[in-house]
């Protein structure tokens, strides 16, 4: 397995601060991983490679990479994307995002992403908490959870991420988790090489700012807790009690034509059209 | 291949990016790693090491490389298929990410 | 005149969309927005243009800070790219005109100016953003705030708004009111060598020399299409020249003071004034916008009444044009400053007066134009 740390190296930025900034035992690190593997599998050139963060731990991640990249504004992550996306298509465009950042404050441009379908890669790392700001709930905090700002327990529901981006009209949804992070590799590289919206949801513990109020005693506990709960969606389905279990797996996987190329068709009719009555 | 594999492979910890967290050492399967006085993972019984593949893709800070030692038409590549450890700590590994061969096995670069 | 030149295509065009035209004249290819009264036939008319054109991009976004995001990443891609926008929408884009000053992204936005604040007058004129257009971004930043007072100068300013974005790597807010973008009138459509047209600057070193936020002699780092082989940082947060985050004081203070100095080191290139009648000027009228065009008939008024009346009409509203205003301020008794708000200008004004003379505002929250006679009775 050298080669897996080996590989990575060839992706970092050298120069940058290591270790990493994240907390002992926290699971961006290892999306990170899955993320450089899924662009070498693919044979990616490093120059064509944009990686768009937002702001939130998650966001820390653009820095060490070494493709093109942006830390944008909090939220607007694929907003960037897109601009970056229908400006130049040849480019494979990746939104790396928190819960917060993607589901709560970017809420409609992933809805609007997802139904316009743009040719963005969007790896969103749900942790269930707002880590950087100190641990307050996001909208993606499971009911009765404790934080910051729910002190006496979460009231309110957790967006099912799944079926949000399904209904918005995705082209591939899916979800994996650090523990299982050969199949998080797996999804990963399969949205990069789809078209359309592609979204990958990495379930990665937070355990500083959301383990510790909530029972875990550790960072491993979590990643315990992790390979308990996540089942593979084909084993899911066939389970009788389905209840605190989480379905993994490639959920939404449709042949649908990006934004970008679906617009390139359209100026090339004009064209066309004009280059007739001509 | 777990008993095979056995006593072929090298294991390093880069003291400087592991930060304790624990993950490597509680889930190893051949309880290659234990936590050294600062907290830290260090290698305790490398011989047993298996090369399941589980500590390295799963080490957050890139701070554990194994490394099959002189593979002779082995490249000590992780089975996630046949060894028993991978199959328990990995349940849903049905593909292997595409890696290159393995380069300079006992030179690690530590940036 | 042996050969007649060629005749010139006109057009009979609205403000917003003389905006368009300047804009494509200017090389722009990307538009995204999001509709909103009174700016909305510029949108309209870009998302018939720009998909004639071989690379051009029209996107219709959510709202209008996704517009202003994908403007920004279209830019960072190598566009020349822009939006349009009115009061609401104006105040949703702020935290990203923040986002593109700091990371020193080219683009240019246009605001039509209606009344009031909130949903206020959507169809009517106002001024009252004029204040926003500065400083509407938390923080210390530069920015380029300019204003069209007539159908050919909204095509006019709209290449030089993009002009200047690409010269000084920064956004360039070209501020028009419901008045000005809603005038229909005659004006010949730009041909090729028109205008001169800038494009920012490249890197041309190796990439792994190129530090994309470096000092240069004019303060303005060249700047790579993303995917062109130099790999670089672009974020909010205050960076180093490389790019990457830094809060060091010196490196801070270091950035800001270059993003500053970039743009105060050419005020004699950005600072846009016509002057109308000012040289034997005792009252002087200061004026932007479809004010101006009262002010232009007042003063004709008033010299044709015998009046030493002259008017300064600012095309630059920020970097507010001190010199101009400060020089005229010296040799005249009055200052008339008529404005579609409370009194935006005239704060600048009155900051850089200094007791060189008197300063009267002519002041209209009304949803109503300010009229020739309004400004003759101050100035006769």
Known sequence: MAEV???IHQYLRHNKKFPLVFCPGCGHGIVLGSLVRGVHAL???????????????????????DFNTVHATHGRALTIATGIKM??????????????????????????????????????????????????????????????????????????????????????????????VKALDGLVADALTRPGFNLVEALTPCFTQYGRGNGFKNAVEMFKWLKERAVPLEAYEKLEDKSGRIPIGTFVRRDVPGLEARYAAMREKLREMKGGAA | MSASSKGQNRVVVYPDWCKGCGICIAFCPKHVLAAGPDGKARVVAEDAC????????????????????????????????????????????????????????????HP | MSQVRKKRREAFLLGNEAVVEGALAAGCSFYAGYPITPSTEIMETM????????????????????????????SLAGRKAMTATSGPGFSLMQEQIGYAAMTETPLVLVNVMRGGTSTGLPTSPG???????????????????????????????TVTAFNFAEKYRTPVILLLD????????KISLPEPGDFEIFSRLVPTMPPEWYKPYEETLRGVPPMPPIGKGYRF?????????QGFPTSRPEEVKALVERQFRKIDRFFHDVQLVEHVATDDAEVLVVAYGCVARSARLAVRQAREAGAKAGLLILKTLFPFPRIHVEKLMRACRLVVVPELNVGQISREVKRVNEGHTTVRTINRVDGLIITPSQILKEIS
Not at chain 1, 121 to 141: D, W
Not at chain 1, 163 to 170: F, N, S, V
Not at chain 2, 57 to 85: E, K, Y
């Open chain 3, 127 to 157: 001024q009252g953003d004029v204040q926003q257009a500065r400083w509407g971004a938390h923080g210390d930043h530069p920015i380029l705030v300019l204003a069209a007072s007539d159908v050919p100068e909204c095509l006019e300013m």
């Open chain 3, 233 to 241: 940082h672009v974020t909010g947060l205050t960076h180093d020249l």
């Open chain 2, 50 to 109: 298996v090369n399941c593949g589980f500590c390295e893709p799963h080490c957050p800070d890139f701070a554990i490389v194994v490394t099959p030692r002189a593979a002779n038409g082995r490249n000590g590549r992780a089975n996630g298929n046949g060894a028993p450890a991978a199959g328990q700590d990995a349940p849903e590994s049905p593909e292997q990410p595409q890696q290159p061969a393995p380069k300079e096995p006992d030179k690690e670069e």
């Open chain 1, 5 to 7: 740390t080996q590989l």
């Open chain 3, 47 to 74: 998302a018939k243009r720009l998909p004639q054109l071989s690379d051009g991009v029209f996107l219709q976004m959510e709202d209008e800070i996704a517009s202003m995001g994908a403007v920004i990443g279209a």
């Open chain 1, 43 to 65: 044979g990616l050139d490093k120059d064509d490679v944009v990686v768009v963060a937002g702001i939130g731990c998650s966001g820390r991640i653009a820095a060490y990479v």
């Open chain 3, 178 to 185: 419901e008045i000005t973008a809603h005038t229909r009138e």
């Open chain 1, 87 to 180: 400006a130049n298509p040849e480019l494979t465009v990746i939104a790396v995002m928190g819960d917060g950042d993607a589901f709560s404050i970017g809420g409609n441009h992933l809805i609007h992403a997802a139904r316009r379908n743009i040719g963005v890669t969007a790896l969103v790392l749900n942790n269930f908490i707002y880590g950087m700001t100190g641990g307050q709930c996001s909208s993606t905090t499971p009911e009765g959870a404790y934080s910051h700002t729910s002190p006496m327990g979460q009231l309110e529901a957790a967006f099912d991420i799944v079926e949000l981006t399904r209904a918005a009209g995705a082209a591939g949804v899916s979800r994996g988790t650090v523990f299982h």
